[in-house]
Every structure is written in C-alpha cells, then in structure tokens.
C-alpha cells in the first residue's frame, strides 16, 4: 500500500510508532496530486507550505507532543480562507484574493499539526451539485466505468475527488444543501455535516448564512471521528457557534447499537425511484437491525416541501452574502469606460465576476426578498422551514435516535449530461439532503454498495443535534456491516 | 405558473448590480419564472400560526463589553484592494 493511500488512523499510528514521517508521507500525496492534474481536484497547490509543516509536526511527533490530525496531510475547499494563499471560492470575482488572515477551522487544523496540500475545485460559492460552474473548470470523479468522464457532484466536488482518488488523508468541505453527502455518496467516501454551529464559520466565505457548515470528507467513519474532532469547538469570532464541549468523537466508536431505534421515513421513498436506490435503503435498513437496531417507520409530513423553501432561503442568504463582492475591497473590477460611474463598476464587476449559476441565484433572491414579494417567498418559506424542523422534532420526541435515508437518488452522472437540463433538474439531487440542513441537524454519507455499472452509492444517516458522536457509532456499524472497500480504478 | 416579464428581469438585475444585456433578458426571465414556480408548491402548505424560523438553534446571542478588541490594520485591510491610495479605497466619482 502506498502512503497516501493510509487513513488517517493508520497513518497517525505509524507516525506515533516511528514507522514512518510526516514528511514521507506529505511527499507521497504531493507526489499522486501532481500525477492527478486530469482530475482537477486541486487548484492551488501548497508544496512548500506542505513540506515546512511537515517538518514541523515530525518535530513535534519526536517531542510526543502530537494531537491526532499531527502529521497528517489534508486538501482545503477553496472556500477556506487560507492566510496568503489563494482562497477564491472558485469564483473569477476572488480571482488574486490572498486573504490576511485564517479561517478558524484552518487555523485548528494547522494548530493540531496538520499538513496543508493545497486548495481544492468546488462550485463557484458552493452553489452547484456537479462542480461544472467553478471558475477552474470541471472536477473529474476518479470512478470511470465507461467512456464517458463523470461528475464527482457538488459542490465539494474537489474534496471528494481528492480524497477518493488518495491524493490527500483527508479533506475539508462545506454543506449548505448536501455538498459534503452528495459528492462523498458519489465517490464512495464518508462525509460528515455536522450539527449547525458544532464547526466555527469565521473566514469560510459565505453562501447562506443560516444553512452553512464545514465538515470533514475522510475514507472511513474513524477518520471522519478523528478529523471533527479538531475542525469543531465554540468560536468566539462565529455567533451562530455553539459553546458546548467537543466529545472524543473516535472513543464513541464502540460498534454497539443494540435497542437504538431507527427511523424509516416513508416521504422519501420518492417516485420513480431507482430499484438499485430502493435495495441500497432496504439492504442498510437490514444492516442496522441485525446490529440490534430497532426499525420504525416514521412519517416527516413536510419533506417535500424542503427543495422549494430551501431554493427561496439559500439565494435570499446569498443575495445578501455576495453583496459585498462589488469591486471595492478585494477581487476583481471590471475595466471602466469613460464616464462610468460607481453604479456601472458595481454592474459591470459582478457581471464579469459572477458566473451564471451564481447570477441566477442571487437575481432570485433579490426578487424573494424585494417589496411585494418577501411576505409571499420568504416569509413563507421560513414559516414551512419551521414545520420542517418540527417534523424532525416530533419523531426524535417519540424515541428516535436516528434516520436512515438514501445519500443521493442516483450515482454519479456525466459531466455535461445536465448542461441542457431545467436549474431545478439539478436542484433535485440535493433531495434527500437538504432537509438535515433547513432543520440545522448533523447528517452522515456512508459508502455501502455499488450500482449495476460499478458506481459507488451511498446511504444518509440523520442524528439529533449535537449527537454527532452517536450518529458517527451508528455510521461505523453501517460500514463494517456494508464492508465496502471498493476503490477507483487508476486512470488519471 | 409565475412568469416574470421582462421588465421585472431587468428590475432584479439592476437591484442586485449585476449588468445583463438586453439580448439575455427574455432568457433570465424565462430561467426565473421557472423557478419561481418550483417555489410556488410552497402555496400548498398550511402555514397559519406559525412563526418564521430565525434561529436553526434555539439560542441567545452571546454578550461581551462593548471594547475594541481588534485594529491597527490599515495596510493589511487595503492589501486586496483593486485600487487604494493614501490609505483608502479608492472607488470612480459619487458625487458630482
């Protein structure tokens, strides 16, 4: 086995026993990611900085002073801010923004010893489920079962591919709407989106304010446990982060479910949904309770109504978020004619900085939220957000301790394949994810088969808020059970 | 079926500062009309008495001293700028 094909928990015990350094493995993945330019994963490459924090945590390694993540190599999401180093949100708007400053997730990251790779392809603002609309170009999914080159979905597209492709140990991504769930369902890796508030959002560049979270992407539930583990914690500089003490996330691990009630919920079994999605689900379901696990079917009434609310809040948030890219202080300005004034910068900036997904989003909420229109969209839509909430409320009050739900309706697709497709064709595949994150619940994607093709599929588990430890020991008892260890084939 | 005609696309486009010629608008019309009508299954939904979610979780914003905390940054704040002089943003003629 190669290096940077090690998880994390294997590579952090090689690194404490002495087996081998930080800086062999940093070498190895910085090695795979120059061998993987076909895939696009990465976008700004960090060797040297790579390298210096390598060296760093192997002297770290040697005084025994190592956190878990010591010495571990990892990608960052370009939405990130990374101080000086390009943080562009895949968007031509950030192009030339190195930010002053570190995120404070980043910065926990790089304070455990942590080894920065580089920052990772995402969708422009991490509005997008195919990484097709960032400024970079395309991400390719390291799967390929046929001729045709495939979307690692969106927007953590980048993570995803990295991660499944054995670029990095790790990577950092962003849910807003099923950005980590979809693409790790779609390359056969593990994605956490933790509880609204576990994970500080200070310098993660915005999309919706009231929807984001970070999580970790990682190949296996362990080193999803292990990576949360130093992403989470209060954050004074975040508001909206919760200052309630971070569990050992790795020792809830213990495999035990037994008399844990599993919730079924009927209102996502939608139709004209694919056999193969319908045995996936049924085939976890029956995982769980030969673990011990009871099933109970459960009804969430208002899961059909997630999409549309979700699509009037996250452009409402997001018009308001991106209001602040207007050729002032950081990015791009448009070249000016003469006359011009600052209205016509503003225009004309945006404009060229934006890209047409990003447009629309924005242009729908400034129309949900101008006079007229706020009552009816986005007052509306906050009110069902609320009764999307209560549902989730009442089945966990009756008992539930989890919900086990499809990752994705389909596996992975072609790139271009939606390029003609309705804007809300490809909203659709954020279906089974986008609820978790109206109701600010912690949301789990676990590899378990894959389709007729060869493709990796991936089941969701929903846990209550601030249960990531128990959702993480119900997710590890899921894999071992699922025993999926199919990797992508090497073609890049 | 919401449609949006194209005086009201050109309306959002100049409210949210984005420039969008007049050859795009009856395509952005008919892009937002569509999804405007996705949205309108909300219409469905039996939403009397309930209030609208402000927080995901339910909880009070943390106080602290009204101090300052942070500064002392001028050159770092201006580093990204496309145009900065003497210690400012510089922007084209507001005011005539």
């Given at each position: 086995m190669t290096l940077n094909s090690l998880t994390i928990a294997d590579a952090r015990d090689a690194l404490r026993k002495g087996d081998v350094t930080a800086v062999e493995l940093t070498q190895a993945c910085l090695g795979a990611i120059d061998a993987a330019d076909a895939l696009n994963?990465?976008?700004?490459?960090?060797?040297?900085?790579?390298?210096?924090?390598?060296?760093?945590?192997?002297?770290?390694?040697?005084?025994?002073?190592?956190?878990?993540?010591?010495?571990?190599?990892?990608?960052?999401?370009?939405?990130?801010?990374?101080?000086?180093?390009?943080?562009?949100?895949?968007?031509?708007?950030?192009?030339?923004?190195?930010?002053?400053?570190?995120?404070?997730?980043?910065?926990?990251?790089?304070?455990?010893?942590?080894?920065?790779?580089?920052?990772?392809?995402?969708?422009?603002?991490?509005?997008?489920?195919?990484?097709?609309?960032?400024?970079?170009?395309?991400?390719?999914?390291?799967?390929?079962?046929?001729?045709?080159?495939?979307?690692?979905?969106?927007?953590?597209?980048?993570?995803?591919?990295?991660?499944?492709?054995?670029?990095?140990?790790?990577?950092?991504?962003?849910?807003?709407?099923?950005?980590?769930?979809?693409?790790?369902?779609?390359?056969?890796?593990?994605?956490?989106?933790?509880?609204?508030?576990?994970?500080?959002?200070?310098?993660?560049?915005?999309?919706?304010?009231?929807?984001?979270?970070?999580?970790?992407?990682?190949?296996?539930?362990?080193?999803?446990?292990?990576?949360?583990?130093?992403?989470?914690?209060?954050?004074?500089?975040?508001?909206?982060?919760?200052?309630l003490t971070v569990p050992d996330f790795e020792a809830a691990l213990t495999g035990d479910i037994k008399g844990r009630k599993i919730g079924i919920p009927r209102e996502y079994r939608m139709d004209g949904m694919p056999p193969e999605i319908e045995k996936l689900w049924s085939d976890g379901t029956a995982m769980l309770k030969d673990a011990g696990a009871q099933i109970v079917d459960i009804t969430l009434p208002h899961t059909k109504y997630a999409l549309p609310a979700y699509y009037v809040i996250a452009p409402a948030e997001a018009s308001s978020n991106l209001a602040r890219y207007d050729g002032v202080r950081y990015g791009h300005r448009a070249a000016l004619a003469a006359g011009d004034g600052i209205t016509e910068m503003y225009e004309k900036t945006r404009a060229e900085g934006f890209g047409p997904e990003v447009q629309r989003r924005v242009m729908i909420g400034t129309y949900v939220l101008s006079a007229g229109f706020y009552d009816a969209y986005y007052n509306r839509a906050r009110k069902v957000r609320a009764l999307i909430k209560r549902d989730f409320e009442q089945v966990f009050a009756e008992g539930i301790d989890a919900i086990l739900t499809p990752a994705t309706p389909s596996a992975a697709f072609g790139l271009g394949e939606m390029a003609d497709a309705d804007p809300v064709e490809m909203y659709l595949n954020d279906v089974f994810t986008v609820t978790v994150n109206l109701a600010g619940l912690p949301g789990i994607a676990v590899p378990t088969g894959l389709d007729s093709k060869g493709l990796p599929l991936g089941l969701q588990l929903i846990g209550k808020p601030w249960g990531e430890a128990d959702l993480l020991n119900t997710a590890y008892v899921l894999e071992n059970a699922a025993g999926f260890v199919s990797k992508p084939a090497k073609w890049w | 079926m919401s449609t949006i005609d194209l005086e009201t696309a050109r309306r959002v486009a100049k409210l949210a500062r984005i420039a969008v010629p007049d050859e795009n608008l009856p395509h952005l019309a008919q892009e937002l009309s569509g999804i405007l009508t996705f949205m309108e299954q909300l219409n469905e939904v039996d939403v009397e008495g309930i209030e609208p979610m402000t927080s995901v979780t339910p909880m009070r914003l943390k106080r602290r001293a009204d101090g300052v905390t942070d500064g002392d940054k001028q050159a770092k704040i201006l580093s990204n700028a496309p145009d900065a002089r003497e210690g400012f943003f510089a922007v084209p003629k507001v005011v005539e």
């Amino acid at each position: 086995m190669t290096l940077n094909s090690l998880t994390i928990a294997d590579a952090r015990d090689a690194l404490r026993k002495g087996d081998v350094t930080a800086v062999e493995l940093t070498q190895a993945c910085l090695g795979a990611i120059d061998a993987a330019d076909a895939l696009n994963a990465f976008v700004h490459k960090t060797p040297e900085i790579a390298l210096e924090r390598a060296r760093a945590a192997d002297a770290r390694l040697q005084s025994g002073d190592a956190p878990a993540m010591c010495g571990i190599p990892i990608g960052i999401k370009d939405l990130f801010c990374t101080e000086g180093v390009a943080s562009q949100a895949a968007s031509n708007i950030l192009r030339g923004f190195k930010p002053e400053y570190e995120s404070t997730i980043t910065s926990q990251l790089r304070n455990s010893g942590a080894v920065m790779l580089g920052k990772l392809n995402m969708d422009e603002f991490a509005m997008g489920s195919s990484n097709e609309t960032a400024c970079y170009g395309d991400v390719v999914n390291p799967w390929k079962v046929d001729d045709r080159r495939l979307t690692p979905g969106g927007s953590s597209g980048g993570s995803a591919a990295a991660v499944a492709a054995d670029l990095c140990l790790g990577a950092t991504g962003t849910d807003t709407g099923g950005s980590i769930r979809q693409p790790a369902a779609f390359t056969g890796i593990v994605g956490i989106k933790p509880t609204y508030g576990r994970c500080s959002r200070w310098g993660v560049v915005a999309f919706a304010s009231s929807l984001d979270q970070a999580g970790p992407m990682t190949r296996t539930v362990r080193d999803a446990a292990i990576m949360l583990g130093s992403m989470a914690g209060h954050d004074v500089k975040d508001s909206t982060s919760a200052d309630l003490t971070v569990p050992d996330f790795e020792a809830a691990l213990t495999g035990d479910i037994k008399g844990r009630k599993i919730g079924i919920p009927r209102e996502y079994r939608m139709d004209g949904m694919p056999p193969e999605i319908e045995k996936l689900w049924s085939d976890g379901t029956a995982m769980l309770k030969d673990a011990g696990a009871q099933i109970v079917d459960i009804t969430l009434p208002h899961t059909k109504y997630a999409l549309p609310a979700y699509y009037v809040i996250a452009p409402a948030e997001a018009s308001s978020n991106l209001a602040r890219y207007d050729g002032v202080r950081y990015g791009h300005r448009a070249a000016l004619a003469a006359g011009d004034g600052i209205t016509e910068m503003y225009e004309k900036t945006r404009a060229e900085g934006f890209g047409p997904e990003v447009q629309r989003r924005v242009m729908i909420g400034t129309y949900v939220l101008s006079a007229g229109f706020y009552d009816a969209y986005y007052n509306r839509a906050r009110k069902v957000r609320a009764l999307i909430k209560r549902d989730f409320e009442q089945v966990f009050a009756e008992g539930i301790d989890a919900i086990l739900t499809p990752a994705t309706p389909s596996a992975a697709f072609g790139l271009g394949e939606m390029a003609d497709a309705d804007p809300v064709e490809m909203y659709l595949n954020d279906v089974f994810t986008v609820t978790v994150n109206l109701a600010g619940l912690p949301g789990i994607a676990v590899p378990t088969g894959l389709d007729s093709k060869g493709l990796p599929l991936g089941l969701q588990l929903i846990g209550k808020p601030w249960g990531e430890a128990d959702l993480l020991n119900t997710a590890y008892v899921l894999e071992n059970a699922a025993g999926f260890v199919s990797k992508p084939a090497k073609w890049w | 079926m919401s449609t949006i005609d194209l005086e009201t696309a050109r309306r959002v486009a100049k409210l949210a500062r984005i420039a969008v010629p007049d050859e795009n608008l009856p395509h952005l019309a008919q892009e937002l009309s569509g999804i405007l009508t996705f949205m309108e299954q909300l219409n469905e939904v039996d939403v009397e008495g309930i209030e609208p979610m402000t927080s995901v979780t339910p909880m009070r914003l943390k106080r602290r001293a009204d101090g300052v905390t942070d500064g002392d940054k001028q050159a770092k704040i201006l580093s990204n700028a496309p145009d900065a002089r003497e210690g400012f943003f510089a922007v084209p003629k507001v005011v005539e």
